[in-house]
């Protein structure tokens, strides 16, 4: 029983560059979603779902796509990095009014 | 829209010894949960409690416990006999009504346990 996992762990990319961040989760948990978190910020909504076939936007949307064709995976994608797109970037799964987030993944843009 | 403030960004305290972290929110919601994150140098985000907001009786967990003030929108978290393992990130968060999963957090405070 993983709980939610996140891949890659570490990835740099360059400007421009498309990459997707692969969230799984063994929870049977309807509810997924995408944080981000800046230095100095708490966490920031990026999009979620609250089931398969389901998305929708959070706070900061912009330069993001999500797609759910499955209860246990919620890919992120970035289709075009910008420096501004780095972070850390945390997988969270919910069920009983309660989150369980995945261990993150460092993302730098140069 | 809610907000999370948490106005101490650091703060540290000796080992054993009692710290309180504080959290103040508004909303104009009457259903809600409210909690406390932890993250360690590992990155990873770890629930330490959760208070609904339809209780009175402030939620604890083992050395964890907060004082959640309705009226007033503040929920603090309170560490008992602090150990150097304790030493971390700490977020306040708030999620509105049943089912929305939708968590605004605050800033941060950052706790060092000291030796």
């Known amino acids: 029983n993983a709980g939610v996992t996140q891949t890659p762990k570490f990835q740099v990319l360059k400007t421009g560059q498309s990459m997707t961040l692969q969230c799984a989760q063994d929870m049977n948990h309807e509810y997924m979603s995408w944080y981000r978190q800046d230095p100095g910020m708490g966490l920031r909504l990026i999009h979620y779902?609250?089931?398969?076939?389901?998305?929708d936007q959070g706070e900061v949307p912009n330069g993001y796509n999500v797609s759910r064709s499955t209860t246990e995976d919620f890919p992120l994608r970035l289709l075009s990095a910008a420096p501004s797109q780095t972070s850390v970037y945390f997988c969270?799964?919910?069920?009983?009014?309660?989150?369980?987030f995945g261990s993150g993944t460092q993302l730098s843009v140069l | 829209a809610q907000t999370v403030t948490q106005s101490q960004p650091e703060m540290s305290v000796q080992e054993a010894e009692t710290v309180t972290l504080s959290c103040t929110y508004d909303t104009s919601e009457n259903n809600y949960y409210l909690f406390w994150y932890k993250q360690p140098p590992s990155r990873q985000m770890i629930l330490v409690i959760r208070?609904?907001?339809?209780?009175?009786q402030n939620a604890t967990e083992n050395r964890f416990s907060v004082n959640f003030q309705k009226a007033a929108k503040s929920f603090s978290l309170k560490i008992s006999d602090s150990q150097l393992g304790d030493t971390a990130m700490y977020f306040c968060a708030f999620m509105s009504g049943a089912g929305s999963y939708q968590l605004t957090f605050g800033k941060g405070t950052k706790l060092s346990v000291i030796p």
């Open positions: 969270a799964t919910g069920r009983n009014e309660k989150l369980f």
């Open positions: 208070q609904e907001a339809y209780k009175q």
């Open positions: 779902s609250v089931g398969a076939g389901i998305t």
